[in-house]
Structures are given as structure tokens and as C-alpha cells.
């Protein structure tokens, strides 16, 4: 498929910001390791944003429409940049209504990329998927 340059500087530059995200949350995992309950992760995400200076807005409310009616608004673990959702958990094992969740968010947003990382794991690479909105 073809891409223009503005789709693929796009393209590359939400890339980059993810592989940014994901080395973010690789240091909390690294540091303080699976057990915890997802708002410690949650916070050191924080932490480790801010120090990586990657502008983010925590528990980001998104509005919610039915046909053209906003029905409620639910709230995103993270926008990163304004341009990136991250989804995160502390559990077991990722469910398929955890990546559905997440590509709701896409739709409800109009982003096109989101991370949903679960810290729950021995290897956070492991726990770390990735969800694009076609």
C-alpha cells in the first residue's frame, strides 16, 4: 500500500513514540517488578513519563456517543502525546475483552495506535500488545 509522505512521517513518528511508551514501562517493570496492583503501576508510569519529559494526560476522559448522543464518558489510563492510548493491567493474562476495550477507545477517539501492556509478567515483552485501528 502507498503512503504519502505526511502519512508515513505520521506513521513513523507514532511508531517511535510507542517504542518510547514501551521502554518507559519496561523500566517500572524492570525496577519494581511483577505482584502489584495496577495503580502502583499506574503511578510509577507517571513518574518515569515525566522524567522521560513524554507529555501525557492520566484517567483522559473520552465521551461516549450513540448516535450522535453522548451516552457517558469513560476515562483512558493514559493519552500519551495526544496521540496514543495506553491501556494498562495487573493480571493474570490479557482477555480478549482487554484488546476490545482498547479498540473501543480507538474508535471512540480517533487514534489510531494503542498499547495495552499487563505488568503481571515475569517478562513485561510478554505482557505488551499492540492495537491499530484499521
Known amino acids: 500500500m502507498f503512503m504519502n509522505n505526511r502519512q508515513n512521517t505520521f506513521s513513523n513518528g507514532l511508531n517511535s513514540l510507542s517504542?518510547?511508551?514501551?521502554?518507559?514501562?519496561?523500566?517500572?517493570?524492570?525496577?519494581?517488578?511483577?505482584?502489584?496492583?495496577?495503580?502502583?503501576?499506574?503511578?510509577?508510569?507517571?513518574?518515569?513519563?515525566?522524567?522521560?519529559?513524554?507529555?501525557?494526560?492520566?484517567?483522559?476522559?473520552?465521551?461516549?456517543?450513540?448516535?450522535?448522543?453522548?451516552?457517558?464518558?469513560?476515562?483512558?489510563?493514559?493519552?500519551i502525546e495526544d496521540a496514543l492510548i495506553l491501556e494498562i493491567k495487573a493480571t493474570k493474562e490479557l482477555a480478549p475483552i482487554h484488546s476490545a476495550q482498547v479498540l473501543s477507545y480507538l474508535k471512540a477517539t480517533g487514534k489510531q495506535l494503542g498499547l495495552l501492556i499487563n505488568f503481571n509478567v515475569p517478562m513485561l515483552v510478554d505482557g505488551i500488545k499492540r492495537i491499530i485501528l484499521t
Open 19 to 79: 517504542h518510547s511508551v514501551i521502554s518507559t514501562a519496561i523500566e517500572v517493570h524492570r525496577v519494581i517488578g511483577p505482584g502489584f496492583l495496577e495503580t502502583i503501576y499506574e503511578e510509577s508510569l507517571c513518574v518515569e513519563l515525566r522524567l522521560k519529559e513524554i507529555s501525557f494526560i492520566r484517567q483522559a476522559p473520552v465521551k461516549i456517543h450513540y448516535k450522535n448522543e453522548c451516552v457517558g464518558e469513560h476515562r483512558l489510563d493514559f493519552l
